[in-house]
């Protein structure tokens, strides 16, 4: 089994930084790519970062130019650095990882327990 922990959430003020982490353990024989959601009250689930195991990056429009990942593959780890944070990026942000557990294993997709982002004054 795969598990997802993530960590980093927290309260910030407005224009303040949080980094965030994700680390992948258990049955994994490669990771095709792994992504940050958020989710706000009243609000559909979005996918705000990604990055694959070749080491391309996207962005949710929203939070280009404020938002980087980054990833130490050896730890099967992203880490979402989120600068300039507005009160509208408070959420809970999720993990989301699609992973091969074994050589001969289908493809799976694993998703985090959740962190809390607030931002606010």
């Known amino acids: 089994q795969v598990q997802l922990v993530e960590s980093g959430g927290g309260l910030v003020q407005p224009g303040g930084s949080l980094r965030l982490s994700c680390a992948a353990s258990g049955s994994i024989f490669s990771i095709n790519a792994m992504g940050w959601y958020r989710q706000a009250p009243g609000k559909e689930r979005e996918r705000v970062a990604r990055v694959t195991s070749g080491g391309s990056t996207s962005y949710a429009d929203s939070v280009k130019g404020r938002f980087t990942v980054s990833r130490d593959s050896a730890k099967n780890t992203v880490y979402p650095q989120m600068n300039s944070l507005k009160p509208e990026d408070t959420a809970v942000y999720y993990c989301?990882?699609?992973?091969?557990?074994?050589?001969?294993?289908?493809?799976?997709?694993?998703w985090g327990q959740g962190t809390q982002v607030t931002v606010s004054s």
């Open positions: 989301n990882a699609h992973v091969i557990p074994t050589a001969w294993g289908p493809l799976r997709q694993y």
